[in-house]
């Protein structure tokens, strides 16, 4: 099968203005949190993405009535915590891992059985550490081959609280084990080892539900309220506007303002990143957009210079690496990342589709089970397979900017997962970026 290919010519300066696709991560909780309120939530600035898309379609599997997405408007008539109602047939995913887990935490309370399916990169991501936690709660699920989907769950358990500690930062078993703890007898506590994205703890405290923070440790007590509906605006992606922070920085002579960026500290790693390397990123009107700091970004080209990424950043900045990489291969001397293990288990394995990647453009690379040592140099023409990953497709995109000849990306369809505009958006602010395929 044809896939869709993109080829990118060396170019730039990169100017002007842009406003990238609203946040993955805040759209998705949007749309839970909606459904399970009381009330008509008006969601502005959704995601379209694909993996939102796929949230969407199943809480509509789940008997939640929701208008849109028009123009990121989505209005959902939420049915409390008790009123989701059985669904015909499994719940297709798609490539979301932050939807099957997060799901996975909600339906285990629910008094129905659920099955829940995903494409072949998300079939082989794993399940246990999100299934295991539930377990413990007294849910029952069971996993695929591996601990991977499809994940069975068998509803109509009562769930007791616990206090969990997680074993990785993510805020994805944070959360899913969040939202079985809104249904379960007493208190449930989350402790993180080190700080992930903590965009359910304000969006349930937006949506008027309880939840204490103290330290490392997120707490919610079951059956504590109801969730009230709300006028909600989703942020604009940093982990979109990564790729633009990376390609204005390595092209000379570029200035691009990034406009209304979520700028959450458990997200901003890659701005700190970058600046440790050299990078020129201000940060302009900064102000709050339903309870999530927010601000334009501001980024001119710099020298970067490679660095040794300091290790409590990793988890600040767990999804931007594929566009760090590049960055780095576009620095003087050696940037050096490890203690990032999670990244073999994205939609890609990305330190091994990386290395792959950065070595057919001519990049010294050095792989570690857990991160990558790239030293920085001329970055030659070539072809690129994504994995079907689409922040690999899109940081290559960005390495194509500063090679010697055109680099192909083949396999870029994902894109359409998290940031559906890339193509408008990356021409516009200077790209030469063609797309071949359907
Ligand atoms: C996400 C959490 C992160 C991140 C993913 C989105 C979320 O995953 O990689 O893209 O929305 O909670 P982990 O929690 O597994 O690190």
Redesign the pocket.
């Known amino acids: 099968m044809a896939t869709v290919d993109y080829s990118v010519r060396p170019g730039g300066p990169l100017t002007g203005t842009l406003r990238v696709a609203g946040d993955?991560?805040i759209s998705?909780r949007a749309v839970i949190l909606s459904a399970l309120a009381v009330g008509r939530s008006e969601i502005t600035g959704l995601l379209e993405g694909e993996d939102v898309l796929g949230t969407i379609a199943a809480f509509r599997a789940l008997g939640v009535a929701i208008e849109g997405p028009v123009d990121g408007r989505l209005v959902v008539e939420g049915v409390g915590l008790h009123g989701l109602k059985v669904p015909q047939a499994p719940l297709d995913l798609g490539n979301s891992?932050?939807s099957m887990?997060?799901l996975a935490g909600l339906l285990c309370a629910q008094p129905f059985g659920t099955r829940l399916v995903g494409d072949e990169s998300l079939m082989r991501r794993p399940m246990e550490r999100v299934a295991a936690p539930l377990r413990l709660m007294g849910a029952v699920i069971e996993t695929g081959d591996r601990g991977c989907p499809p994940l069975h769950i068998v509803g109509g358990r009562p769930l007791q609280g616990v206090v969990y500690r997680l074993p990785v930062?993510?805020?994805?078993?944070?959360?899913a084990i969040l939202l079985a703890g809104l249904y379960a007898q007493g208190h449930t506590t989350v402790i993180e080892p080190a700080p992930?994205?903590d965009?359910s703890e304000r969006m349930l405290a937006g949506f008027g539900y309880p939840v204490r923070r103290e330290g490392a440790a997120i707490t919610v007590e079951g059956g504590a309220g109801a969730l009230q509906a709300v006028r909600l605006a989703v942020p604009s992606d940093l982990?979109s506007a990564a790729f633009f922070l990376v390609a204005a920085s390595i092209v000379p002579g570029s200035c691009l303002r990034l406009v209304q960026v979520g700028v959450n500290p458990t997200r901003r790693g890659i701005i700190d990143i970058l600046r440790l390397m050299g990078a020129h990123i201000d940060q302009e009107n900064e102000t709050w957009v339903s309870g999530e700091p927010v601000a334009d970004l501001v980024v001119r080209s710099a020298d970067l210079q490679g660095i040794t990424i300091p290790p409590e950043l990793v988890?600040l900045a767990?999804?931007e690496f594929p566009a760090l990489f590049v960055a780095a291969a576009c620095a003087r001397g050696t940037t050096v990342l490890r203690g990032a293990e999670?990244l073999r288990v994205?939609e890609s394995d990305r330190l091994a589709v990386m290395a792959r990647g950065l070595a057919a453009l001519g990049v010294a690379v050095q792989e570690f089970p857990d991160g990558l040592a790239i030293t920085g140099g001329p970055l030659a023409g070539g072809v690129i397979d994504s994995g079907g990953d689409h922040r690999v497709a899109m940081a290559f995109a960005v390495a194509g900017l500063r090679a010697a000849g055109t680099v192909v990306i083949r396999d870029c369809r994902n894109v359409a997962t998290s940031f559906p505009g890339f193509v408008d958006r990356a021409r516009e602010a200077g790209f030469a970026l063609t797309v071949t395929g359907p």
């Not at 930062?169 to 959360?175: E, G, I, M, P, R």
């Open positions: 993955k991560s998705h891992g932050t887990r997060l930062a993510s805020a994805q078993v944070k959360s992930s994205r965009h982990s988890p767990i999804d999670e994205k």
